[in-house]
């Protein structure tokens, strides 16, 4: 069955840097396009943007852009988000999932979700 592994996550201060994995399982990984989501408490989970099945193209939502970014490693079926200068705001469980993306614009491939990977900004 399809499984994502997300992990990395931890209380970082205002500014810090953390790098976040997720390992996929269950389908063929460099066949699909990977997009990372984070959940805020008391919010609906919420696109963070995407990367192409050979990291050749991704997309960042306005939020992140210029501070987070994307890789993926196909030989070991992982996706990576690398966070920096890091704001109170991106409070949140961080999941990934494979998807279909053009542009800005992306569709869930599974709807399968795995357990997620907190971030905590704090002071």
């Known amino acids: 069955q399809v499984q994502f592994v997300e992990s990395g996550g931890g209380l970082v201060q205002p500014g810090g840097s953390l790098r976040l994995s997720c390992a996929a399982s269950?389908?063929?990984?460099?066949?699909?396009?990977m997009g990372w989501f984070r959940q805020a408490p008391g919010k609906d989970r919420e696109y963070v943007g995407g990367?192409?099945?050979?990291?050749?193209?991704?997309y960042y939502v306005d939020s992140v852009k210029g501070r987070f970014t994307f890789s993926r490693d196909n030989a070991k079926n992982t996706v990576y988000l690398q966070m920096t200068r890091l704001k109170p705001k991106d409070t949140a469980v961080y999941y990934c999932?494979?998807?279909?993306?053009?542009?800005?614009?992306?569709?869930?491939?599974?709807?399968?979700w795995g357990q997620g990977t907190q971030v905590t900004g704090s002071s």
């Open positions: 269950g389908f063929t990984f460099n066949d699909y396009a």
């Open positions: 999932n494979a998807i279909h993306i053009s542009g800005s614009e992306y569709s869930l491939r599974y709807d399968d």
């Open positions: 990367i192409a099945w050979n990291g050749g193209n991704t």
